[in-house]
């Protein structure tokens, strides 16, 4: 199946093959098989891939790019059209992170092309950004870098990739020792890795096992699950290989030895490569000299200079350009997608796509031209330069964030000067229409709970039930948006500072809307988790009031705060009878929990709000509110500043805040 001449050693590969049945190098002719132990084999090389001696460096080189090696020659998993599929097995040991040379992680990948672009560096690991037109891809990620420009966050796992970049499923690297304990392996350490794949086909099995080298093959896998490959592994021919990429000028992805078998269990590596010296052979490596294709000789010293001089002109400028290209690109783990499909998704940003206008820009409704997909494309203006880095790599976060109570971020676009976000689509749109805009229908109380029950859901998960704390800032009902099941979404999250000033007066210097600042992030100018839950408070008031955060006073003609409204009016008789005139039939029970636990979240001092996860319990009938007076809501003047500040902080200790201040 495969040529006889494909490689000009093969007589001698033969023979090593009869010397030492394990110590081969190549495609096994007709078997569809590969065995690679660590002297070059014949891939196709692309990007900054190259052989060292006979080490398979996959990113080494100036420059941090990307870089794929692929077997030459396809493998064949389908025998005929619509016949059965093959299983398969593969095992490779890799080093990452030799030395200082840090990487952003590598992958295993099987792909129905060899060429893929060279377009994917960082974080994308050189794999493809989306779906290749028409090409299917399937890869294991050995992942090292959440985003390295924010404080390099090292990450640390495996994934399962499916034609996206999105993993199926992911898990810390690692492996299951002998009685079953969980233990860690340090992708990027510079140590040898080895790592098995095993693919069912029948049961569309797919196992994923990771261990330090040398050792067996752990019993458990580290990922185990199912995932139809049917349609990548029937399209024809299938490349195999692998890809990695870098950001940082020097990288380290090494491939010492790997072994695939179609239909059949992967030969096992020779003992050399996993017994290799890998400090010590690869000591050599930092001797190495990168090859130089530039040659001056004999061309006059003046003119040398001159072509010096342009050249160092011209490096300086590309490299300051390269360097704002990585601000945006490097903070930003997310997909892109192209202007031109926004400007078609939009019917060219038309007015009649309009959903909204802000201080940071407009905001269209759009439909994908290839998935027909509905989003909402926020278009921030030019002149919103202010935050611009902060704003990257809050994107770069909230694109893994996920939770149904969230309006989730799909990517960006950055074309010239401009930045479009792409989100989901709610068809209903925000939450302040359906309490204040009289022509659109009244929300009935079981709707208006559910989305109370919604938006403390999405706040519980970016406070406590995410890897890292997120501070939305800005909880508002005109931050809510409503799904076509009339769910309630908080969106719009940490953009609060990309408002211009000035432009939107509702927002103050401390980001977030008057009427639901904390009274210590007014004094302090800091957010925490407590400062979201006081606005959480409000909020949920105001959904039960069906009136604004800061409203007339009845009798002064000057301003009160609704909360202060609503304790009035549990003091001067019945809590209840605070709640939206337009709600004819409501559970009075509920109403009354819903706005003491809203009082209670706005309490004036921080430390005597409920967490997140209180509130969920309150809300869905696992804890018992206390029972508290509304007197006691405020805080008496004797309150001295230094006990209030210090629980403030240690509560701001416990926030690794993302969206920390200006
Ligand atoms: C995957 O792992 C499970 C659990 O050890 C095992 O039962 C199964 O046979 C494995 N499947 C493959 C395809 O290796
Ligand atoms: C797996 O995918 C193939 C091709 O897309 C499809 O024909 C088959 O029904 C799928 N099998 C299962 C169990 O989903
Ligand atoms: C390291 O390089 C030296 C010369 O450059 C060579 O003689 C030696 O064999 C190399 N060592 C290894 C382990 O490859």
Redesign the pocket.
């Known amino acids: 199946m495969f040529p006889v001449s494909w490689h000009p050693y093969l007589p001698v590969l033969f023979f090593l093959c009869l010397a030492d049945h394990l110590h081969t190098s190549g495609v096994i002719a007709g078997t569809n098989e590969l065995v690679y132990n660590g002297f070059s084999a014949d891939l196709k090389l692309d990007g900054k891939a190259l052989w060292i001696d006979d080490l398979l460096s996959l990113t080494n080189g100036p420059g941090g790019t990307s870089g794929h090696a692929f077997c030459r020659y396809p493998l064949s998993f389908q025998d005929n059209p619509g016949g059965a599929i093959s299983s398969f097995s593969t095992t490779f040991v890799f080093v990452m992170g030799f030395k200082q040379y840090k990487g952003n992680g590598m992958a295993f990948i099987l792909s129905s092309t060899s060429d893929l672009p060279d377009d994917s560096p960082g974080e994308y690991l050189g794999l493809p950004h989306s779906n290749l037109d028409g090409h299917a891809f399937f890869a294991i990620e050995f992942d090292t870098v959440l985003n390295p420009e924010i404080g390099d966050i090292d990450d640390n796992h495996v994934g399962i990739d499916v034609n996206s970049l999105a993993s199926v499923e992911s898990q810390t690297a690692g492996f299951y020792n002998f009685y079953g304990e969980f233990q860690t392996v340090v992708l990027r350490s510079g140590e040898r890795i080895q790592a098995w794949v095993d693919y069912d086909s029948k049961l569309?099995q797919l196992n994923v096992t990771l261990a330090p080298c040398p050792s067996f093959k752990p019993q458990l896998p580290l990922l185990s699950t199912t995932v139809?490959l049917?349609?990548l592994l029937?399209l024809g021919p299938v490349y195999a290989g692998f890809s990695a990429s870098s950001r940082k000028v020097s990288s380290s992805h090494y491939v010492l030895g790997w072994s695939l078998k179609v239909d059949g269990v992967a030969q096992p590596l020779h003992n050399s490569v996993s017994s290799f010296d890998t400090a010590y052979e690869l000591q050599n490596l930092s001797n190495f000299e990168f090859p130089r294709k530039m040659n001056i000789l004999g061309v006059p010293l003046i003119v040398q200079a001159v072509i010096l001089i342009v050249l160092a002109v011209l490096i300086c400028r590309q490299l300051r350009k390269a360097k704002e290209d990585d601000e945006w690109e490097i903070k930003c783990g997310m997909p892109s997608f192209t202007y031109k499909d926004l400007v078609t998704a939009t019917e060219g940003f038309s007015n009649k796509m309009l959903l909204g206008k802000g201080g940071f820009g407009r905001v269209y409704k759009g439909v994908l031209p290839t998935t027909t997909q509905h989003v909402a494309i926020k278009r921030v203006s030019p002149e919103s330069k202010q935050g611009k880095k902060e704003f990257m790599a809050e994107i770069a976060i909230l694109g893994h964030v996920r939770h149904r109570n969230l309006v989730q971020l799909l990517g960006y676009c950055r074309y010239k000067q401009e930045l479009l976000l792409v989100y989901d689509y709610m068809a209903n749109g925000s939450l302040d229409r359906y309490l204040y805009d009289k022509t659109t229908p009244t929300l009935d109380w079981a709707q208006r709970l559910r989305i109370i029950k919604g938006v403390a859901s999405g706040l519980y998960y970016l406070h406590e039930d995410w890897e890292q704390v997120i501070i939305h800032r800005d909880i508002k009902a005109s931050n809510v948006l409503l799904d076509d099941d009339m769910n309630g979404r908080l969106g719009d999250f940490g953009l609060a500072r990309l408002h211009d000033h000035g432009v939107d007066a509702h927002t103050t210097l401390v980001a977030g809307t008057w009427g639901y600042i904390a009274p210590e992030l007014a004094r302090l100018g800091k957010a925490t988790k407590a400062t979201d839950v006081f606005a959480f408070g409000v909020f949920t008031i105001e959904v039960v009031c069906g009136r604004k955060p800061i409203g007339p006073a009845n009798t002064s003609g000057g301003l009160l705060a609704l909360a202060d409204w609503v304790r009035g009016t549990w003091q001067g008789g019945s809590i209840v009878d605070a709640v939206d005139p337009e709600l004819k039939d409501y559970d009075r029970a509920e109403v009354e929990l819903v706005l003491k636990l809203g009082l209670l979240c706005s309490h004036s001092l921080p430390r005597s709000r409920p967490c997140m996860r209180l509130v969920m319990l309150y809300l869905e009938g696992g804890a018992r509110l206390p029972n508290f007076h509304p007197a006691s809501l405020v805080a008496d003047g004797h309150e001295d500043e230094e006990t209030d500040h210090k629980a403030l902080s240690t509560s701001a200790a416990t926030t690794v805040t993302i969206l920390s201040g200006r």
């Open positions: 569309y139809n049917s349609s029937s």
